[in-house]
């Protein structure tokens, strides 16, 4: 047995040595991505993404154009990349509001809102990119893959979202109506709300209203999702 376990040593020697060049590998590739999504973001934040080209960002990033096809089909692709760390932050935020044990509906519908200020803060230039993505036909032009990969982090918030809903309706708190519709009507108005001071200030630095105003409508559609008393 000594001699059958000398022989098998220098063949775990291979598979180990073979695991970790190809660990390098996937952590070299991961490296360069990020490399690259860094300087896309630096392109498309200084030129917009109309002006903005893939050779322009190879050279941000200090490689090639042909190495930045190896990671993304195109320039859409690339800049609809941008969104799933934002994507991943607000689903992150909205369960842990929604598995807040300590607060009731209402309290979770506040402590809500203030999580959806918190991801506008956390990246505002690429959350107004991905509300403008949503609404274009950039989104045509994506792998299969990445497409399937923002809808489900997409619908996962809103998803998350609505059960907050479920619940105070369920409670009697929040008026008896579809969640997933109420769902999709904050988001609206969260995003349109966004998009709409993003404008006015971009025609008019003076114009910096973004919070005062999602004040009100998070107070307005607060008044208007509670349950009207019959009392």
Not at 146 to 155: A, I, Q, S, V, Y
Request: charged residues 25%.
């Amino acid at each position: 047995m000594f001699i059958i376990s000398l022989s098998i040593q220098p063949l775990l020697t291979c598979k180990f040595y073979i695991m970790g060049i190809k660990e390098r590998k996937q952590r070299e590739r991961e490296r360069r991505r990020q490399q690259i999504i860094v300087a896309a973001k630096r392109v498309f934040t200084e030129k917009g993404f109309n002006r903005a080209t893939i050779e322009e960002i190879a050279r941000n990033a200090e490689l090639s154009p042909g190495t930045l096809y190896l990671y993304f089909k195109n320039k859409e692709e690339l800049y609809a990349s941008l969104s799933l760390r934002i994507l991943q932050y607000l689903a992150i935020r909205v369960e842990h509001v929604k598995n807040e044990a300590n607060l009731g509906p209402r309290d979770k519908l506040d402590a809500l809102m203030n999580a959806m200020y918190d991801v506008y803060e956390f990246d505002p230039l690429i959350l107004i990119n991905m509300f403008h993505l949503q609404s274009s036909e950039t989104l045509k032009n994506l792998s299969p893959v990445l497409l399937d990969e923002l809808n489900e982090l997409t619908r996962k918030s809103i998803g998350t979202i609505a059960a907050l809903f479920e619940d105070g309706i369920k409670k009697d708190i929040f008026s008896d109506q579809h969640p997933m519709a109420l769902a999709d009507i904050f988001w609206s108005m969260f995003s349109g709300v966004v998009l709409l001071e993003t404008n006015k200030h971009a025609l008019n630095e003076d114009k910096n209203f973004l919070k005062e105003t999602l004040e009100i409508a998070f107070e307005i559609f607060s008044k208007g999702v509670a349950r009207k008393s019959t009392g």
